[in-house]
């Protein structure tokens, strides 16, 4: 049963549960309510790199930092029709298209976007998109479109927000999870840990999430992935243990949705995987970039696959209650 009156005093406990117990409790939760030997496998294509207006500190993309990423404009429809194929054929099942904007607009780039979607949806794979702020009849239109899912993470706590974003606030945040939800498409919600916050804020990430009229059909849980360039540059690498408690804290306050194991994968050895998923993790990026950051290549996850026992998730199954 999903339960979205959590409270942080609530959350705070399950949080602060000692780690194997923790685990343990995530995985039991994570086996009534899930089939533990699928995970879900996506792939993530910037199809508009660079030039954003936006001043997220961790992003690469932000045009104001000097990171080395070139400006792409929009793709051409062709290419990522290609690339989505090319994924499917590699065992995603998901296809998920990041465009490097602040907000969506209603214009050529748009209708572009659309016609992308058509296509991916027509490849028989659930399509995402991540695009920056979203109004109502932008959202309703990707939605008639086929759209199944679309990506706008709250990044971290409302209480550090502003530390890490000043040029749109959480509740533009919020808003756009609206939008896409009164449009009749899946939510995917989550966040970055390693950004500087407190533990406090990783509980009240989680919180606002849970707290949802209706749970996120996907939570990506991030480890930052520090870029030469942005003011995060010289933040250390998350210590395992922090993703694994957050996975499973996760997973126990939203049963249902997918939890995936997201940005910082490349840094992790199998066996820490191994107790991500364990911890209730079961979905991930595929492919060998993540939007303009390093990701393990199809090969290598398809020998952690076998070796763990996993399979791929088919595409459209619905989330489990």
Not at 48 to 73: F, I, L, M
Not at 242 to 249: C, E, G, N, S
Request: glycine share 6%; proline share 4%.
């Amino acid at each position: 049963m999903r339960r979205n009156d959590w409270t942080r005093e609530e959350i705070t406990e399950i949080y602060n549960t000692p780690l194997l117990e923790l685990i343990y409790r995530a995985a039991t939760v994570h086996r009534e309510h899930q089939d533990t030997a699928e995970v879900q496998v996506c792939t993530l294509l910037s199809i508009k790199t660079g030039g954003c207006p936006e001043d997220c500190a961790y992003c690469p993309q932000a045009a104001r930092y000097n990171t080395g990423v070139d400006v792409h404009a929009l793709m051409k429809t062709e290419e990522v029709l290609t690339y989505a194929q090319k994924a499917k054929d590699a065992g995603s099942t998901r296809f998920c298209m990041g465009a490097a904007w602040r907000e969506v607009r209603d214009n050529r780039d748009f209708d572009r976007v659309i016609e992308m979607v058509k296509g991916v949806n027509e490849l028989g794979m659930e399509v995402c998109c991540t695009m920056g702020m979203l109004t109502e009849g932008q959202a309703q239109r990707l939605q008639e479109a086929g759209l199944y899912a679309y990506n706008h993470n709250l990044d971290t706590s409302e209480e550090h927000y502003s530390d890490i974003i000043t040029t749109r606030t959480y509740n533009d945040r919020l808003s756009t999870l609206n939008n896409v939800r009164k449009a009749g498409i899946s939510v995917c919600s989550g966040g970055i840990i390693g950004l500087g916050e407190t533990h406090q804020d990783r509980i009240g990430m989680l919180h606002t999430l849970s707290t949802l009229p209706q749970h996120p059909e996907s939570v990506p849980i991030n480890a930052l992935v520090p870029v030469a360039g942005t003011p995060l540059e010289h933040n250390k690498k998350i210590d395992i243990w922090d993703m694994v408690r957050m996975i499973a804290t996760a997973r126990i306050l939203m049963p249902g949705s997918m939890v995936r194991l997201s940005a910082g994968r490349n840094d992790m050895t199998v066996a820490e995987q191994a107790l991500c998923f364990m911890a209730g993790a079961n979905s991930i990026f595929a492919g060998e970039k993540l939007l303009t950051t390093p990701n393990p290549s199809f090969d290598d996850d398809n020998m952690m696959f076998q070796l763990l026992g996993l399979k791929p998730r088919e595409a459209f199954k619905e989330t489990c209650s």
